[in-house]
């Protein structure tokens, strides 16, 4: 069956710029996590939906970040007046339940100029 | 603060001999660990994982152990290929009310094949 999709594979922006990248989770996966990945570096946890609500959105690091999904099924991660340290891998994982085994998508990397 | 670490950044294997991966983590609270595989351009693939109430679980040609006593976690990969070579991540969710499923990742091992 269909994995974890993520949208776009690759982005390429300039300092100030807002961007938006989608995740499309496994069907049927109610829980659904945002994660960031510098180079060399494991991810690190942003944000995490349980259907429709962000749960825990801890991980956020400024409020710049904001991430929506709103009908409990595909989210976008939004960053406002990106900077230079944006630029990484933003990984987006479902599950059936918080709580059980994540499934990862390709990831999206984004890179700030 | 809660962290999760692996022992060497870079393990080099003989096609064929078995590897071992070495995994420390600090948060004693923490109930369910993962291991990760991740290779160059892609996202992390699942490999196996354990429940703090199980000392070792095996799976094809992989096998996790913990050890809650020395707060430890390995994974053993049987008669390792070249299609092993990646980058290897433990991760732990920590438990508590708040607990949402977070994964808390370490800093991954890289595991090198050489035929």
């Known amino acids: 069956g269909a994995g974890v999709s993520q949208t776009p594979s690759n982005k390429v922006t300039e300092k100030g710029k807002y961007v938006e990248l989608r995740c499309d989770p496994i069907s049927g996966h109610t829980a659904l996590y945002w994660y960031r990945q510098s180079l060399g570096q494991g991810p690190e946890f942003l944000i995490y939906?349980?259907?429709?609500?962000?749960?825990?959105d801890s991980g956020l690091p400024n409020d710049r970040f904001f991430a929506v999904r709103p009908e409990g099924s595909v989210s976008t991660l939004k960053i406002q007046r990106t900077e230079r340290g944006d630029s990484a891998v933003y990984l987006c994982a479902s599950s059936v339940w918080f709580g059980e085994t994540q499934y990862f998508g390709p990831g999206t990397r984004l890179l700030v100029l | 603060g809660e962290s999760v670490g692996l022992h060497l950044p870079t393990l080099s294997v003989q096609e064929g001999d078995n590897s071992i991966i070495n995994c420390a983590y600090s948060?004693?609270?923490?109930?369910?660990f993962i291991w990760y595989k991740q290779e160059s351009g892609k996202g992390p693939q699942f490999i196996i994982d354990i429940r703090s109430n199980m000392d070792k679980r095996q799976g094809q040609r992989v096998t996790v152990l913990l050890n809650k006593t020395v707060k430890h976690l390995s994974l053993q990969i049987a008669a390792t290929q070249p299609g092993d070579s990646a980058v290897y991540f433990c991760?732990?969710?920590?438990?508590?009310?708040?607990?949402?499923?977070?994964?808390?990742f370490g800093q991954g091992t890289t595991l090198q094949v050489k035929p």
């Open positions: 991760a732990e969710t920590p438990t508590g009310s708040s607990n949402t499923g977070k994964l808390i």
């Open positions: 948060n004693s609270a923490s109930d369910y």
């Open positions: 939906f349980q259907g429709t609500g962000a749960a825990d």
